[in-house]
């Protein structure tokens, strides 16, 4: 594998490694918390942590900069765990794989922490860097972020001393973000009754896998296959062609995610065996043909395998193969107030059938408090149609962009002058703590920047190399021209 640690700027990349060593699927940051009190005490930084586990280091002006408003550099620990089906990685024990491709920094199959740990590792770089001048410093490294944005909820009110807050957790280098989507976890759960297993059948593991995934917001707008949604496509067919029955079903794992892959056990009569399995090839064919563009390596098979004991009663499986097949899934509405922004939409992330319950679990999206709302309320009628539980939860708001923000008229002029050109001011369809962080301080000033990552949330998840130099001087610029008190 390459050493990142040769890279440039060699100190961001030093810091960037160091964490890659360190497991931090979220809730499990354990790791990291002591890893950062261990940086702040040896490096003299005043290090404050929380019930929690966020971290919050300080650091005073640089000689000449004491008359500028405080700057609080914001990331989190954590980092979302995926990886590829044939590769053998424990999130909770292994350090991740990187390597140097052509201008990009990727890892070996799995994720690759780059968001957030780029702009965790930039902010360290800040506070140990002899060379940068700044203002009054503070570094504030949340947990949970990627499953519940728990830091960020949690976060004791006062504890930040600074007027202005820069989020490095944006992905495209060259823009600054001013405003960001609310979410909302909708659940459903229905027990249903199991049926023994008929004689004369044939069962088969089906399988969809080879879709790109990605993050539930930034690449909704893509168009990407879900694997949920492929896969109770084709049950609603198989169902009313075959006679097909469902023994269990496993698709996707995290709510942020969009589903890779899904897996299930299903019996058809023997008689029909034949036919189903050209069946399945004619749906691979299909969607490799509907998504060709978007998702051109979908593979769908159908294995033989044993039959097993039970499947789910023919009622209550018509019920929630419909409810699932209609929920809404993707982009479900574009802004009327920033163009190219995806205002509304939702991932249908979770689905399981496993041993008399079914689980569902959908990631729903908005900038529009109004919208994410009944949006969510919608998916839950088709659940509750087919007389499944739905709770709502974890709810948590967007971030309204703010125009005449003094560190955005700051941070356009710097990049200006360094690059020659003005930064695109845009809004993410993702959740950025900004906006739960500004709920309980209401009068702080915020932007988010960051280096350009292409798709998060996925195996396939890289950091261009390039951009992080570009990321880090405009930091480093950033900092030095901070607007004064």
């Keep these: 594998m ?44 005043e290090t404050i942590t929380d019930k929690t586990g966020n971290v919050i280091l300080r ?25 590829n089906s044939d590769k053998k990685f424990d999130f909770e024990k292994d350090p991740i794989e990187t390597r140097v491709d052509q201008g990009w920094v990727k890892a070996n199959g799995t994720t690759l922490g780059a968001d957030n740990g780029i702009g965790v590792a930039a902010a360290m770089a800040v506070m140990t860097d002899p060379k940068v001048v700044h203002g009054p410093l503070e570094a504030l490294f949340t947990v949970d972020e990627e499953t519940g944005m728990t830091g960020a909820k949690t976060l004791k009110k006062g504890i930040l001393k600074g007027e202005i807050m820069i989020n490095m957790d944006s992905e495209d280098e060259g823009e600054l973000y001013v405003g960001c989507a609310g979410g909302i976890d909708v659940s459903a759960t229905r027990n249903y009754k199991q049926e023994k297993t008929p004689s004369g059948v044939t069962a088969y593991k089906i399988t969809v896998k080879g879709l790109r995934g990605g993050h539930s917001g930034v690449d909704i707008h893509l168009g990407r296959a879900n694997a949920n949604k492929l896969m109770f496509r084709f049950f609603q067919q198989a169902e009313h062609d075959f006679g097909m029955r469902i ?115 959908c990631l729903t999206r908005s900038s529009v408090d109004t919208a994410k709302e009944a949006t969510a309320w919608k998916i839950a009628a088709g659940f509750q149609l087919a007389d499944a539980e739905v709770e709502l939860s974890g709810s948590y708001p967007g971030w309204n962009p703010d125009m005449a923000s003094p560190i955005l008229k700051t941070m356009q002029e710097t990049y200006q002058k360094l690059y020659g050109k003005v930064p695109e001011i845009k809004a993410i369809h993702a959740g950025l703590e900004c906006g739960i962080i500004m709920g309980g301080y209401p009068k702080l000033d915020a932007i988010s920047f960051g280096p350009t990552i292409r798709y998060p949330h996925s195996p396939d998840e890289k950091v261009e190399i390039e951009s992080v130099g570009k990321f880090w001087n405009f930091l480093v610029a950033t900092l030095k021209n901070a607007p004064v008190k």
């Excluded at 964490?19 to 979220?26: A, D, E, K």
């Excluded at 005073?60 to 995926?82: C, F, S, Y």
């Excluded at 019996?267 to 490799?288: A, L, N």
């Design 59 to 83: 650091k005073p002006a640089t000689k000449g900069m004491e008359n500028r408003k405080g700057i609080i550099m914001q990331g989190h620990l954590d980092m979302v765990p995926q990886k």
């Design 2 to 45: 390459s050493d990142i640690r040769n890279l440039e700027p060699k100190l961001v990349w030093k810091y960037f490694h160091e964490i890659t060593q360190i497991p931090r699927p979220s809730k499990k940051e354990k790791g990291m918390t002591e890893y950062m009190k261990k940086f702040g005490k040896e490096h003299g930084l």
């Design 247 to 361: 023994a269990d079903f496993s698709g996707g794992d995290l709510r942020n995610a969009i589903p890779r892959e899904s897996f299930a056990t299903v019996i058809v009569p023997s008689i029909k065996k034949t036919q189903f399995e050209k069946f399945v090839k004619g749906y691979e064919k299909m969607y490799r043909s509907e998504f060709k563009e978007v998702d051109p390596d979908i593979k769908m098979s159908a294995k033989a395998c044993d039959a097993p004991a039970k499947v789910m009663n023919a009622g209550d499986q018509y019920r929630i193969i419909r409810c699932v097949f209609v929920c809404p899934n993707g982009m479900l509405r574009m802004s009327h107030s920033m163009e190219g922004l995806v205002e509304t939409s939702n991932n249908l992330a979770i689905v399981s059938i496993r041993e008399g319950k079914f689980q569902a679990h």
